[in-house]
């Protein structure tokens, strides 16, 4: 990532640029929470939740299962389940609730970015009085993706470890290593005064980038341009370059999905 000097904002719309055959596909996908799903008794709880899915394995290069949005009311919970085939984060992006992590409860609220391994039991609880919000990013194991693809590796069965929750906010960025073994290496916090810009990519690895607050817009090196604002959510292909420009102030929050294939040649 890099920072550079403040720069005019461009037209608000959305406009590719250049013959469709010649333009890298520096925007996986772009979304909102707008027309999100009600779904019912998610992983077995009472009560509502909405879900909205920005992008997928049909997306992403990356073993990435999905990159999501969902949100609790008053009271509301997640069910809690087991993860056997993926590692998942959940990221609190507004009100307060309860992580619960092998049958404990952990306080979170805006910023707390909760750590889920295979082999351990997690769910949300809101208990506060507004809406619950959190984006999610759930990413297969090596053992899962071997398993997809026909390697021949037999995973073994993950012990459960201990709650690992951070809080994104205050530490603004954060690696996975010594939790997850697959493609989600970090999460990271960005913020930008109105009129700054910074370019975000990487050659070895995806960009998922979701708008906590704030308003601004996203330009890829081939002139594709969209809007941004609050609960806007892109993906980025590897080997890309796409500036973010903010016109208020901006939050972004960026997860890294690496490449197998790439980032071992790197290294």
């Known amino acids: 990532m890099t920072t550079a000097p403040t720069a005019r904002p461009g037209e608000a719309d959305v406009r590719p640029a250049g013959p469709p055959d ?16 009600t779904v019912h008794g998610v992983h077995g709880a009472a009560g509502r939740t909405h879900w909205k899915c920005f992008a997928g394995r049909r997306q992403l290069d990356s073993p990435t299962e999905a990159v999501e949005w969902a949100s609790i009311p008053p009271g509301g919970l997640s069910g809690e389940h087991r993860h056997t085939r ?11 609730g309860e992580f619960l992590f092998n049958g404990v409860p952990h306080r979170v609220g805006p910023g707390s970015l909760a750590l889920t391994a295979p082999g351990n039991v997690h769910g949300l609880r809101n208990t506060g009085d507004t809406d619950l919000d959190w984006w999610v990013v759930e990413t ?13 590796l037999t995973p073994g069965v993950p012990a459960m470890g201990d709650a690992v ?15 997850f073994t697959g ?13 700054q810009r910074t370019a ?13 607050s704030g308003e601004g817009r996203a330009t890829a090196a081939d002139g594709t341009a969209a ?19 903010a016109r208020t102030p ?14 071992a040649e790197a290294s």
């Open 22 to 37: 010649s333009r890298p596909h520096a925007f996986r996908s772009i979304g909102t929470v707008a027309g999100a799903a």
């Open 250 to 263: 901006l939050r972004l929050l960026v997860v890294t999905l690496a490449l197998p294939q790439l980032s």
């Open 200 to 212: 975000l990519g990487r050659a070895d690895a995806e960009l998922a980038v979701f708008v906590h």
């Open 183 to 195: 493609p989600l290496r970090q999460i990271e916090a960005v913020d930008l005064d109105a009129g």
């Open 165 to 179: 929750i951070y809080d994104l906010f205050k530490e603004r960025t954060v690696s996975t290593d010594g939790v």
């Open 227 to 245: 809007d941004l604002s609050a609960d806007t959510c892109v993906t980025l292909g590897a080997d890309t370059l796409t500036r973010f420009e």
């Open 140 to 152: 297969l194991s090596p053992g899962t993706d071997a398993v997809l693809s026909g390697a021949d």
């Open 86 to 96: 993926t590692e998942e984060i959940y990221l609190i992006l507004q009100g307060h």
